[in-house]
């Protein structure tokens, strides 16, 4: 089952949360003035222009992949509050200096995890669900359906808040009823127990997504 949903995740949130301050210069117009349903359709859409017809190229450059993903994702996702969560308490004992090092080398390792995933989007696989919430309220899900290559459905949610300007970013994804900032924060955190939060750092600048599978392992083997 994890195999199967290696695309979904590829598609989702494996590129979103955590990524440095600096990200959010990003355009962030398109985000302005659009629903929830509108911000994930229009994800869907761009990422399917941005890959038909390029992927052979994108397969053999990595980092035009990445920023290919830096473009459809960033301007869309709230990413500060999403690194702030997935720090969880150790964001409020962390140095701004601290904070900003483990989210640039955090989002750089999920990145480089999941570029390749994207490769296998095409559009149409993405379908969003009639959406039932109320927009007068900061917080609220758009639920939608993710097609696999053996034609199964994933259900994939995607949590948003409002910002003081009134647009809507998302700052977690639940596969399955997944969380992806509990299942990351509660890697953090044991990590940090274990190791420190400056060592967490140095390994997830030095080792990039081999040190997410170590912070993975760890995770499994201590449950």
């Not at 990413?79 to 080398?105: C, M, N, W």
């Amino acid at each position: 089952m994890l195999r199967k949903l290696a695309l979904a995740t590829a598609i989702t949130f494996g590129v979103v949360v955590t990524a440095p301050a600096f990200a959010q210069d990003a355009p962030a117009a398109a985000a302005t003035q659009q629903t929830p349903v509108q911000v994930v359709q229009t994800i869907a859409d761009q990422l399917a222009s941005a890959i038909e017809g390029h992927r052979d190229e994108l397969k053999q450059n990595q980092e035009k992949l990445i920023s290919v993903i830096d473009e459809v994702f960033l301007p869309h996702f709230d990413l500060d509050y999403a690194s702030i969560l997935v720090l969880g308490r150790h964001a409020r004992e962390a140095t701004p200096q601290q904070r900003e090092r483990f989210a640039k080398a955090f989002y750089n390792s999920i990145t480089h995890r999941y570029a390749e995933g994207l490769l296998n989007y095409t559009r149409g696989r993405v379908k969003v669900l009639p959406f039932n919430g109320s927009l007068n309220d900061k917080r609220t899900v758009v639920r939608t359906q993710v097609v696999l290559d053996d034609g199964k459905l994933v259900s994939i949610d995607y949590a948003f808040r409002k910002g003081r300007s009134g647009d809507w970013k998302a700052y977690d994804v639940i596969i399955e009823g997944i969380s992806y900032v509990t299942n990351y924060r509660n890697q953090v955190d044991a990590e940090i127990r274990k190791v420190g939060i400056n060592q967490l750092i140095s390994n997830l600048e030095s080792q990039g997504e081999k040190a997410l599978d170590t912070m993975a392992k760890d995770n499994k083997d201590a449950s």
